[in-house]
């Protein structure tokens, strides 16, 4: 069973500027929620209760979001109000948050290394909030876990991508094993078109085995002197141990301008019709 889900968060979020100056990009609105919470949504629907942040100097809205605010809670009690609070008060009564600092921005790899000591010795998961994920039903989480159970080793999501966009992911080649589920032989941090080895691009959503940590320790840096993840699951991948999934669902690059709009228009449409 996978309980805890890991939130790498400690990214300065640049392309927010001047926004994102005081304000984690991880609590940038859709709507009435920030990006992050519906990342801990996703981590409840596919049963984990036990979520471990990955933060970084500025980033304490974070925790405040996921903690009872007495005040505001007692000035709007028995008021209409109170209903917009029972999403939050939910997972607060649910879930478990634990935080560590990453000091240095060193990579994906070396952000998720940095959870270990929340994490321990079990497979866990791994959200990048700003890839909002919108499926009708179960979530990707859930859908990934439902592999893991089968497969027993690290699972990635994918999409397809335009292939001009490679360089912006990760991007994997494998065998087909069953409709959208492939056993991963080759991942590529960010590789030019020309040099991708498909168009099947890593989204921000992972299951990891807790080997990886390990393997972690010895990665060098890779593709912009950063610690990746892909290269250190390449290494599981070297013995079959990497399944990618093209998952059910929508996903919104809300680490970007364009993706974030798209989003937030996407969301208020659904909403409206509710
Ligand atoms: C990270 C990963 C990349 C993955 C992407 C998904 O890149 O390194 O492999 O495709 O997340 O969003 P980042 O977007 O943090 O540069």
Excluded: W
């Excluded at 005081?22 to 209760?49: C, D, F, H, S, W």
């Excluded at 996903?251 to 993706?259: A, E, L, N, V």
Aim: hydrophobic share 40%.
């Amino acid at each position: 069973m996978i309980r805890k889900c890991l939130f790498p968060a400690a990214g300065y979020g640049t392309r927010f500027l001047p926004m994102t100056k005081a304000i984690p990009k991880e609590m940038l609105p859709i709507l009435t929620k920030p990006l992050i919470q519906y990342g801990v949504e996703e981590a409840m629907n596919a049963r984990m209760n036990t979520m471990a942040m990955i933060t970084g100097r500025g980033k304490r809205a974070i925790a405040d979001h996921f903690d009872i605010s007495y005040e505001l809670e007692h000035q709007i009690r028995g008021t209409e109000k109170e209903k917009m609070l029972a999403d939050i008060r939910d997972i607060i009564d649910t879930c478990t948050f634990s935080y560590t600092r990453q000091a240095e921005m060193l990579g994906l790899g070396h952000a998720i290394l940095t959870g270990e000591t929340l994490i321990g010795n079990e497979p866990f998961a791994v959200v990048l909030a700003d890839d909002l994920c919108i499926c009708e039903g179960e979530g990707v989480l859930a859908q990934m876990v439902k592999l893991y159970n089968e497969y027993q080793c690290s699972i990635i999501a994918i999409e397809e991508v335009d292939p001009s966009h490679t360089n912006k992911y990760g991007i994997i080649a494998g065998e087909a094993i069953s409709e959208g589920i492939y056993r991963v032989h080759t991942m590529v941090e960010k590789p030019a078109p020309e040099n991708a080895p498909s168009n099947l691009a890593i989204i921000g959503r992972y299951i990891l085995t807790p080997d990886i940590f390990e393997i972690l320790r010895q990665t060098k840096p890779g593709k912009g002197g950063e610690i990746q993840i892909t290269d250190a699951l390449m290494e599981q991948a070297r013995e079959g141990k990497v399944i990618a999934y093209r998952f059910r669902g929508k996903r919104y690059d809300c680490g970007s301008i364009d993706g974030y709009v798209q989003a937030t228009i996407e969301l208020y449409e659904k909403e409206k019709q509710v």
